[in-house]
């Protein structure tokens, strides 16, 4: 389990993190969202302990990282956006070597376990510079494996790999989680993020922005809903307009015009847009309510943070 | 000390024998001192014996500039391809990367010196004469040529670590090593002159002597630059 506990971190003047609480429990994936410089790498290589907090603690396993960082470097398994291979190395040699660093009893055994688990047996005694970007980011994930951690963590770990790849190990980061294992996944991939996470922390400039079950963030945004009809989407938006409502043009599935508007109160918004159009003699053919993503959730939110910098400098 | 021989062993293994570039650089250095006796440098008839041990000085020393590009680029390179990150990421002892990397480049290199040595030894031998050769270079002088070799691969590679640790790509690490190499081959050429001038044994003391010192500061300022925190802050 992973406990960080109001950690700041700073670099000279630069304060990559802020006060920064937020917990993984075992069998949970939890995302950690941000735009680039939020803190996401610092927070995760703080975890991982190879990163001392400038305040604040983080406990893994109940094992303090100020107190105790080889025994927390001993419980995870981190897995960096880039492979960063020897690549001079074979595979066989590569995971031999880590496994003997983390004293994994059986290296030979674990080594070919893990190239069956990530389907790399017959590349085993190949050398890791020949390898494909995909292979060689499976590669670095058994690296992150070796020791079989308790807790792992991911920081993009999907980088560049082809959509099939990328679904196997979205298959095997869950498979991972059955296992009881706490996984913190760094990303920008919202949409892998929706997937496989049960809950998001979302940085903004080192501080948590929002956190929570992905589900309830998503729940959280204003209703929003889609109205498709026969007719000129420009007169429709003037109409709606005239009745108080904020409307942009969208697709529609059936191949109407249609138009997407936010109604904090459905029941007295929807009939007002449906007599609107009525009115003006379009043709309504559906009305429904748009599923919200991680996506509109996390832009929500990082617009939310963003708001106080935008009054500042307007 | 298990986990630094592992690097070492890596470290020797995968990427000085791996890398041909590497071989051809330490090839080339080991090659020069072998350039100097056939050259038939010295005083007609034979040198004497001092000219003798600053020839062997030269043959022991110069194959270890070699160890000083080593090492620039194995700590530069891992920090730019990132490899250090899973590095330390495992649980293993901050002086166990410095002291393993330091192995890596000292124990071949060094074996390189001794090669070198033995190779002036037995050209001396057949062009001087054995006789000649055993009374200019005893074994307890041959003995602290090397031991003057370590110090100096060990007081240089810990400089040179030191620069690798705040230096971001590969490339300037290596002009730091071409910085480093250039003025060790001076300090050399300066050392034969004062060696011929000096009792032979004071030059080789006050060599290591000084190799010590700079070795135990160079040491100390290496472990604290390589902490963990440091090095992953500017990664």
């Given amino acids: 389990m992973i406990d960080v506990r109001d950690v700041s971190r700073s670099f000279g003047r630069t304060l990559a993190l802020e006060h920064v609480s937020f917990r993984v429990e075992p069998g949970e994936i939890v995302a950690l969202l941000g735009p680039n410089g939020a803190g996401k790498t610092t927070a995760s290589r703080i975890i991982a302990g190879i990163l001392a907090p400038t305040a604040g603690d983080v406990l893994v396993d109940g094992i303090s990282v100020r107190a105790d960082p080889g025994s927390i470097r001993e419980r995870c398994g981190m897995v960096t956006d880039q492979p960063s291979l020897y690549e001079r190395m074979t595979l066989r040699a590569y995971l031999a070597f880590f496994c003997h660093l983390y004293d994994v009893p059986a290296a030979a055994k674990r080594t070919e376990e893990l190239a069956a688990i990530l389907g790399l047996t017959d590349r085993l005694d190949m050398r890791l510079g020949a390898f494909s970007r995909g292979m060689k980011q499976k590669v670095a994930i058994a690296r992150g494996l070796v020791h079989d951690p308790p807790v792992l963590l991911l920081d993009e770990p999907a980088t560049a790999l082809d959509p099939e790849t990328a679904r196997s190990l979205r298959s095997f980061i869950v498979s991972l989680r059955a296992r009881h294992r706490a996984i913190l996944l760094c990303t920008h991939d919202l949409d892998e993020a929706q997937r496989i996470a049960d809950r998001a922390v979302i940085l903004y400039r080192g501080r948590v922005a929002r956190e929570g079950l992905t589900g309830a963030l998503r729940a959280d945004l204003h209703p929003r809903f889609v109205v498709s009809f026969t007719g000129d989407v420009a007169v429709a938006r003037a109409t709606l307009a005239r009745a108080g409502v904020t409307a942009e043009a969208t697709a529609s599935e059936n191949g109407h015009a249609a138009l997407r508007f936010d109604a904090d109160e459905p029941g007295t918004t929807n009939p007002v847009v449906l007599r609107a159009l009525l009115a003006s003699g379009l043709q309504v053919v559906t009305l429904v309510r748009e599923e919200r993503s991680l996506e509109d959730a996390y832009f929500s939110i990082v617009a939310e943070a963003r708001k106080p910098e935008d009054e500042h400098r307007g | ?235």
Wanted: charged share 15%.
């Fill in chain 2, 1 to 235: 000390m298990g986990k630094a021989a592992l690097i070492a062993w890596r470290e020797i293994r995968w990427e000085i024998f791996g890398d041909r570039g590497a071989i051809l650089r330490t090839g080339f250095f080991a090659f020069l001192p072998i350039l100097f006796v056939m050259s038939g440098r010295g005083v007609p008839g034979g040198p004497n014996d001092i000219s003798m041990l600053v020839l062997a000085l030269q043959s022991t020393l110069i194959p270890a500039l070699s160890g000083v590009a080593l090492i620039a680029s194995t700590f530069t390179q891992e920090k730019e391809n990132g490899t250090l990150v899973p590095l330390l990421a495992s649980p293993i002892r901050d002086i166990d990367i410095v002291v393993g990397k330091l192995l890596g480049m000292v124990v071949p290199v060094m074996l390189i010196c001794a090669g070198s040595l033995t190779v002036f030894y037995v050209l001396g031998t057949l062009l001087y004469g054995a006789s000649r050769v055993r009374h200019a270079l005893p074994p307890e002088i041959l003995f602290a040529l090397l031991v003057v070799a370590l110090l100096y691969l060990m007081t240089a590679g810990s400089w040179v670590l030191i620069v690798a640790a705040v230096v971001r790509t590969s490339r300037a690490g290596q002009q730091i090593a071409g910085l480093m190499i250039g003025l060790s081959a001076a300090i050399f050429a300066v050392l034969g002159v004062a060696a011929t001038r000096i009792a032979d044994g004071w030059a080789l003391l006050g060599l290591g002597l000084a190799f010590v010192a700079a070795d135990i500061v160079a040491l100390e300022i290496a472990r604290r630059v390589w902490q963990r925190s440091e090095v992953i802050g500017r990664i």
